[in-house]
């Protein structure tokens, strides 16, 4: 098997984004602040992103962003946790 690339394993930044159920703007972002890298341009200038490249660093990427909260949040979710534990 060589490691050359198949059209089904690149996918336009749409598509990409469709996948991986996330707004073009985050994969716009992820790839301007290098999180992630485009596999092929073409002459036209579609970037082109390797599916399971891609969705595996998406997929870490997600848990940490989601996880993401505010020391408010944090704060209420203790109190509410403090206030269950209590009862």
Do not use: W
Request: aromatic letters at 6%; hydrophobic letters at 35%.
């Amino acid at each position: 098997m060589s490691g050359k690339k198949t059209n089904k394993n690149l996918l336009r930044i749409g598509e990409i984004a469709k996948v991986a159920r996330v707004p073009l703007s985050t994969v716009r972002y992820y790839t301007d602040i290098g999180l992630l890298k485009v596999a092929s341009h073409t002459k036209g200038g579609y970037r082109f992103y390797d599916r399971e490249e891609v969705l595996g660093i998406i997929r870490k990427i997600r848990p940490v962003v989601e996880r993401r909260r505010t020391l408010v949040q944090i704060r209420e979710d203790l109190a509410k946790k403090l206030k269950s534990e209590r009862r």
